[in-house]
């Protein structure tokens, strides 16, 4: 492998004005069991490079599993930077400054995933099933566990040199449940910046989620309307991460695709909405101590107490907003470009428990994962399928429902939050935008939003 202070030198001098190299080793391993049989066993390592040329204000990007190949891909790139500026004629930019840092970060885990036999690995699935089908109207079970080692390493022509190593693990639950013609899902997920430790007790989600799906068989129907609604707090994620977190991306800002161009210091929620993006929250599964172009992960307010304070930015972004990196720049791998993500999103906790966000009631539904469901951030508009949920009459929970419809203005729904509970929750997933996938968190609390259209599905 090249010297990539060395290559970086080189291509600085050929008029470069910014140069970074992305390097990166690791294994990932996934088991799936259907049908209580293993279906499928990947394994493998992979390792690569990618380097980023900006040049007259254009970049260009090449990337390689070889590494021994850094001289050539870092040509590629720089001619691919200077052949897009003659094209577009794009005014050049300086990228928003950050000061270069050498550091390296290990993330230390209790029980690291490589010291874990297959066949361990194989049981926790098996266990999961048993779990899951100790329900006899149980007619099918999925799981999935992956896990992910990675080392990464960044050399950029500021003098910035971080090696980061971090571990995540995931097991994916699903179970469908029969009676007669009618068929119900079950889902559960637990996942974690950590090792084997935080998902050796997944055959308890097993249950849960097999327990859903049998409750759902049972379930009526959603009446359609207008009706005082609260989320659970995996729906709170997901809604403030889809309906919110993508509009507030600096790319989607600048592409003129977000609701909330323009909007900063203004009031788009109520007094009770303060949204975060955080990736230092400690083994979250969005967790990382440096974003990808060497930004110190931080603590991103987005919106505080209904005021929008704060888009998510690369270095790019921020600078052609005359703001600061935010640190959310993140690629899927070595072969692609860093772009903006969110890392953990989430609404913060406020003070109000379940029971007294539901006794002054009369009827509205509550609202509980979900199933599916689309999002237009230059509209602000969205539609969720949620997972399950109930009716709330008089204060109480009565009849379970599903086949839930949420949808809505974004903006609309933020201001129409009056109550936010105290508990938290955090859920892992898996983000796509623009072709890559990140590894993210969303959540929060209870919320509670007086009024908003739902409706039954099929």
């Not at 010297?3 to 294994?27: H, L, M, Q």
């Not at 799936?32 to 390792?47: D, M, P, V």
């Not at 300086?94 to 690291?112: H, P, T």
């Amino acid at each position: 492998m090249g010297n990539p202070e060395k290559i970086i030198a080189n291509v600085i001098s050929s008029g470069a004005e910014y140069v970074d190299i992305r390097i990166f080793r690791g294994t990932r391993t996934s088991l799936e069991i259907q049908e209580q049989k293993i279906k499928e066993i990947l394994t493998g390592f992979e390792h690569g490079a990618g380097i980023r040329v900006l040049f007259n204000g254009s970049w260009g990007f090449a990337s390689t599993s070889d590494l021994s190949k850094l001289d050539s891909v870092a040509e590629t790139a720089l001619k691919l930077a200077k052949s897009t500026s003659k094209v577009s004629k794009r005014e050049s930019f300086k990228l928003a400054s950050i000061r270069a840092k050498k550091d390296s970060f290990v993330l230390k885990v209790e029980k690291d995933p490589k010291d874990i036999s297959i066949e361990r690995k194989k049981q926790l699935l098996i266990d999961v099933d048993t779990a899951a089908r100790a329900f006899p109207e149980v007619v099918s079970v999925r799981a999935k566990y992956a896990e992910g080692v990675g080392t990464a390493a960044l050399f950029t022509s500021e003098g910035t040199s971080i090696e980061t190593e971090l571990t995540k693990t995931i097991v994916v639950i699903e179970a469908i449940a029969r009676r007669n013609n009618n068929l119900q899902f079950g889902y559960e997920t637990v996942g974690a910046s950590a090792g084997f430790e935080a998902v050796e007790n997944a055959s308890v989600l097993g249950r849960i989620a097999a327990q859903k799906a049998v409750e759902l068989l049972g379930a009526e129907h959603c009446p359609a309307g207008k009706f005082p609604i609260i989320m659970d707090p995996k729906l709170t994620g997901v809604f403030i991460h889809e309906a919110l977190g993508h509009a507030a991306e600096g790319d989607n800002i600048l592409q003129k695709n977000s609701v909330l161009e323009g909007k900063l210091g203004t009031k788009i929620g109520s007094k009770y909405v303060t949204v975060i993006d955080d990736p230092t929250i400690k083994n979250s599964f969005g967790f990382y101590p440096y974003d990808d172009e060497g930004v110190n992960a931080r603590k991103n307010i987005i919106v505080k107490d209904g005021i929008l304070t704060s888009y998510l930015h690369s270095r790019e972004t921020a600078s052609k907003l005359k703001s600061e990196s935010t640190g959310n720049a993140r690629a899927e791998g070595y072969h692609a470009k860093p772009i903006v993500r969110m890392s953990n999103t989430y609404i913060e906790p406020g003070n109000w428990t379940f029971e007294e966000m539901i006794e002054d009631i009369n009827l509205g539904v509550y609202v509980k994962g979900l199933r599916g469901g689309q999002v237009d951030p230059a509209k602000g508009l969205f539609q969720f399928a949620a997972e399950c949920g109930y009716l709330i009459e008089k204060g109480k929970l009565t009849k379970t429902l599903r086949n839930i419809a949420f949808s809505g203005e974004t903006l609309n729904i933020l201001e129409r939050v009056d109550a936010v509970g105290k508990d938290f929750q955090l859920s892992p997933g898996m983000c796509g935008k623009l072709g890559q996938l990140a590894a993210t968190g969303d959540g929060g609390p209870h919320v509670r939003v007086s009024e908003a259209l739902v409706g039954g599905l099929g």
